[in-house]
């Protein structure tokens, strides 16, 4: 009896043990989740707060003089040699019209950007009957009035540690007073190419480019993924040479991004002559990145395929390509769609081997093809991260924030498309 009690005793001493045991480890993990998330939304937040003011930019409003003298002299309409700087210049001009100085009309001339030009030969090329008139016309400010506007340049420290005098700041106070100046929606954020010049650098290029890179990767790595797993899952003769061909495809999944960018130099550049910095040859590269993630994840969903739908379509006369063609692949689907939009996924956010094969090239022109020269949204990134303009530094992290909506689209896409097509069995 006594024997009893203390076998008892040992296991209650040793329940509540593992009891505490198991306290601690819910409790550890409970804190690496929420650092994890603190983390997170720290990230997020400051992301938010440095990109967010870059979906809006300085603007000027300038009574623009769009002179005949000057667009159309001898009575025929210049569009390409007109000066439409000195048209804003002058348009500038007659706002403070006390600055006589060169040197301070120098320092005027910096308030506006070299956009502004640009923009007044776009609108007397789409209205043409503008000529003679004077319009009042919203034009770009340059970067450092934009800097200032949004707070990024303190108006307190000394001249000498800022990028804009105290005369030109007393001017950009006057322009504010008199509502010639404002924050508007940077629509040239989606509508540019990338510039030197912050305040007209856009993301444009870099989507196109991305684009054009997903639909050859998503043409080409697809269908091959899918017809490799099923080939090795359905048809493939079990020995060592298939056994090989499965560990080299597990182990191609683990190998560094960069591998694939110098093997596209090598084989898509250098042997097959295919352009530099094009979207073609980023999109191959991109096929060879994904092609494993998407055959394994295919792979995976054929296994989950239960065997008694095979035994029932053969039993009831199927062929074999019957059986995998109108029952097997149809239930296999929904993973084999989530494993290639995960594969996109991954490919939309690599930069590294698209270094190798030139996408880090200064591109302005928006691509119009899969060969013309373009970059992509992630070396965008990169190419903005490593300039030193502080105008630069907000545009990197709204072209994150966009980088980053279209991964949650994609994704969210994944689990609405696996959710629809999922079949019970």
């Known amino acids: 009896m006594t024997e009893k009690v203390t076998t008892l005793q040992k296991v209650e001493a040793g329940l509540a043990r593992r009891h505490r045991k198991e306290l601690i480890f819910k409790t550890t993990g409970m804190i690496a989740t929420g650092i994890g998330v603190l983390f997170l939304a720290v990230f997020f937040y400051t992301l938010l707060i440095k990109g967010s003011s870059a979906f809006q930019q300085s603007y000027l409003l300038l009574d623009i003089e769009f002179s005949a003298d000057v667009i159309a002299p001898g009575g025929q309409l210049d569009l390409e040699y007109a000066d439409y700087d000195g048209i804003v210049r002058a348009a500038l001009r007659k706002e403070l019209p006390e600055v006589t100085d060169r040197s301070e009309r120098r320092q005027l001339y910096r308030l506006v950007s070299v956009g502004a030009a640009y923009q007044v030969q776009d609108a007397i ?22 800097m200032l506007v949004k707070g ?81 899952e359905e048809f493939a003769p079990r020995n060592r040479w298939s056994d090989l061909v499965e560990v080299n495809i597990n182990n191609l999944a683990a190998v560094p991004s960069i591998v694939f960018g110098l093997l596209g130099l090598a084989v898509f550049i250098n042997w097959m002559g295919l352009p530099r910095s094009a979207p073609l040859v980023g999109g191959l590269v991109l096929t060879l990145l994904t092609l494993p993630v998407i055959i394994i994840a295919s792979r995976a969903s054929i296994k989950a395929v239960p065997p008694s739908i095979r035994e029932a379509a053969l039993g009831l006369g199927a062929s074999r390509m019957q059986v995998v063609f109108h029952h097997v692949l149809p239930l296999a689907m929904p993973g084999m769609l989530t494993g290639a939009i995960i594969g996109m996924s991954r490919a939309l956010g690599e930069s590294a081997p698209l270094l190798m094969i030139g996408m880090i090239a200064f591109i302005v022109d928006v691509p119009g093809s899969f060969a013309d020269p373009s970059t992509a949204l992630p070396v965008q990134i990169y190419l903005w991260a490593d300039s030193p303009e502080r105008a630069f530094a ?13 991964l949650l689209l994609m994704n969210l896409t994944a689990v609405i498309i696996r959710r629809r097509m999922e079949r019970k069995w």
């Open 394 to 406: 907000e545009r990197t992290s709204a072209a994150i924030i966009v980088l980053l909506a279209f």
């Open 125 to 146: 090329a789409a209205q043409p009957e503008l000529l003679g008139e004077t319009r009042a016309i919203w034009v770009p400010a340059s970067a450092n009035v934009d």
């Open 152 to 232: 990024n340049i303190d108006a307190a420290i000394d001249e000498e540690l800022r990028t804009l005098s105290d005369q030109q700041i007393g001017w950009i106070e006057r322009l504010d007073e008199a509502g010639r100046l404002d924050l508007k929606f940077n629509a040239a954020l989606f509508s540019h190419g990338d510039s030197r010049e912050p305040e007209l650098a856009g993301i444009k290029g870099a989507m196109m480019g991305s684009f054009f890179m997903l639909i050859v990767t998503i043409a080409l790595s697809f269908p091959i993924g899918v017809a490799a797993a099923i080939y090795l």
